[in-house]
């Protein structure tokens, strides 16, 4: 043990009873009885031990100290003649024959209570994290996140992947999210970038003769928070293969992932190889989703034939959807709030119907429905108290609003929700391109780098017109577990000419290509070898793990929804030589 102590605040027990020890720690608690006695709880990184304070000069040390100062408390060990069976250490305690203060607390009101820290406003909370990584329970998130990156590496290196370190400091390159950019003080008017990803690097390993690389890598994204994404910078285990196909890739992962599920998650029922495979066509048919949660056994039914004459405004000209849930108990009260919910998440509003207890359509929509009752009943399959969800629109709006109403009735009906595992499944054949919400032009859907179904002539044929781009699917592949997109992997395109002419179809040419990505072009002419790849994000797998709703909870420092590092005044303004020394000039 350190010289600082003999033992942490979770070792003692009744076999040290007699024992001379030294131990140190936050002061979490202090109760005082009668004034010539106090029971203080000294916490360390490992847990807690009670301290009985029995002695009146140590009992002025105590009460001139605030909670959360640091003491440390040299005595004997005898048994607890109140025991607490909750706590490891509860039937003993330690009777201090020297108390040393070893960083006072200098503050008499806390910003909240430690070990409740997690009922505190989130801003409280991420600018004294400091604080709240006291909280046991937070810190238990932090050392689970240590744990499964261990397993990570463990289980890769057993496969055959070497670890090596891509850098941070690159060139810009569209991958899909805006760039955070580093002014070169060398090179005025020039910038570099922090890396999406390690792309083109781990691409360039393969060409350089590599043949399995991983690492946990940083990668930073100037992207908006969501529940699933931290805003700036986040980790992921990024892996390639040489000489590999998509089966290659899929194989590594089946194997790697459902131990460390089994062994680190909340719950210990994991998918086993092989993980389901859905096309992603198929996925948002079915699912209304290209993550479709498959804990939940509904499905989404397309209607439109159906219900689009019904005389229903909304359906009419449109695609519409239905979830059919049976066995539906909710109240009607339950039944809004769910198309509150449905249509701040979707943007649309859902509709309802259902058919009840005595055979009859009731309820929402019911009244539109009535001439048809007979044949909407045998073409669902209705049964009485069956509630039937309804979405309607374009294709993909009505997609959209079906699959979030979907997964938030798996939430609302526990019959139709095996929460209790991790459902893994893979999403293939994705679309090579699509039209960009925000250009309106035809962009890359997933990753400019990936090998097209086809190949060099599907792109040709795209070209002259003889085929829609839109319907191009690609080698690119998604893994989603419990409905969360854990990771984006593809075959690559490691031929320059078929690199080019993919390109091309975005309206960037040859010479555009070998600017944007020289050394890649470059290399691939030099004869690569097919290889293929994914990246899994670490913090989406532990916070998974760890059960917890915000990605936040499972990142030490993190940042708030704003992209602002609330604890260190992050982004900050620097001063005016700092600016001229990189050659900015700011003009708001």
């Known amino acids: 043990m350190m010289q600082m102590r003999t033992h942490t605040c979770n070792a003692l027990r009744l076999a040290d009873v007699g024992k001379s020890v030294k131990i140190v720690g936050w002061m979490e608690n ?31 040390v105590i009460k001139g ?36 203060v070893l960083g006072r607390c200098r503050y008499n009101a806390l910003p909240f209570e430690i070990n409740r820290s997690r009922e505190a406003d989130e801003t409280q909370r991420l600018k004294y994290r400091y604080l709240d990584l006291r909280n046991p329970a937070v810190k238990q998130n932090i050392i689970l996140r240590c744990q499964v990156v261990a397993a990570l590496r463990a289980a890769m290196m057993e496969h055959g992947f070497l670890e090596i370190t891509t850098p941070i400091l690159t060139a810009s390159s569209p991958e899909g999210a805006r760039d955070y950019l580093v002014p070169a003080r060398k090179h005025p008017g020039k910038f570099y970038a922090l890396p999406q990803a390690p792309q083109q690097f781990k691409q360039l390993l393969m060409t350089s003769g590599f043949d399995r690389y991983f690492q946990i890598a ?20 990024d892996m390639e293969m040489a000489f590999a196909s998509q089966e290659d890739v899929f194989a590594v992962l089946e194997d790697v992932l459902p131990p460390i599920f089994a062994k680190y998650g909340k719950y210990n029922v994991a998918s ?8 992603f066509n198929e996925a948002m048919e079915r699912y209304g989703s290209d993550k479709p949660d498959l804990r939940i056994d509904l499905t989404v039914q397309d209607v439109t034939e159906l219900l689009g004459d019904c005389g229903f405004g909304p359906f009419a000209g449109n695609v519409v959807k239905a979830v059919v ?39 929402g929509i019911a009244k539109f429905l009535q001439e048809k009752k007979a044949e909407i009943i045998a073409a669902l399959g209705l049964r009485p108290n069956t509630f039937v969800g309804l979405a309607a629109g374009k294709k993909g709006a009505a997609q959209k609003t079906a699959g979030v109403l979907r997964r938030q009735l798996g939430e609302l009906c526990p019959n139709h929700m095996d929460r209790d595992r991790y459902e893994f499944c893979w999403i293939v054949d994705f679309p090579m391109y699509e039209i960009g919400e925000e250009s309106g032009e035809l962009e890359f859907c997933h990753n400019p780098f990936s090998m097209p179904n086809g190949g060099l002539e599907i792109l040709k044929q795209a070209q002259a017109g003889a085929v829609d781009p839109l319907s191009i699917t690609a080698y690119q592949y998604d ?6 997109e854990l990771s984006s992997g593809a075959v690559r395109n490691h031929v320059p000419e078929i690199m080019v002419k993919a390109f091309s179809l ?18 691939f002419t030099y004869g690569a070898p097919p290889h293929a790849g994914i990246a899994p994000g670490v913090d989406r797998m532990v916070m998974l793990l760890a059960g917890e709703d915000s990605i936040r909870e499972i990142i030490p420092f993190p940042m708030n929804k704003n992209a602002q590092d609330l604890m260190m005044g992050a982004p900050s303004q620097v001063e005016q030589k700092q600016l001229e020394d990189v050659h900015i000039q700011i003009k708001l």
């Open 30 to 60: 202090v109760r005082e009885v009668g004034g010539s006695l106090a029971f203080v709880v000294l916490r360390d990184f490992y847990g807690t031990t009670q301290v009985v304070v029995e002695d009146e000069a140590d009992l002025k």
């Open 65 to 100: 100290l605030n909670k959360e100062s640091t003491i440390s408390v040299e005595g004997t060990v005898r048994e607890r003649a109140s025991k607490n069976p909750k706590l490891p250490t509860g039937e003993i305690e330690v009777v201090p024959t020297k108390i040393e």
């Open 218 to 237: 940083p990668c930073f994204r100037d992207e908006d928070a969501r529940g699933d994404r931290s805003p700036g910078e986040f980790y992921q285990l």
């Open 272 to 279: 086993t190889a092989p993980f389901k495979r859905i096309p």
């Open 325 to 363: 849930v049976s066995d539906m108990a909710a109240t009607r009260k339950q039944i809004d709030k769910l198309c509150a919910d449905v249509e701040v998440v979707a943007g649309s509003k859902p509709y309802w119907f259902k058919l009840d207890e005595k055979g009859e359509i009731a309820g």
């Open 479 to 484: 893994l989603v577990c419990n409905g969360v």
């Open 506 to 523: 975005v309206g960037l040419g040859e010479e555009d290509v070998k600017a944007k990505f020289p050394a890649m072009y470059n290399a």
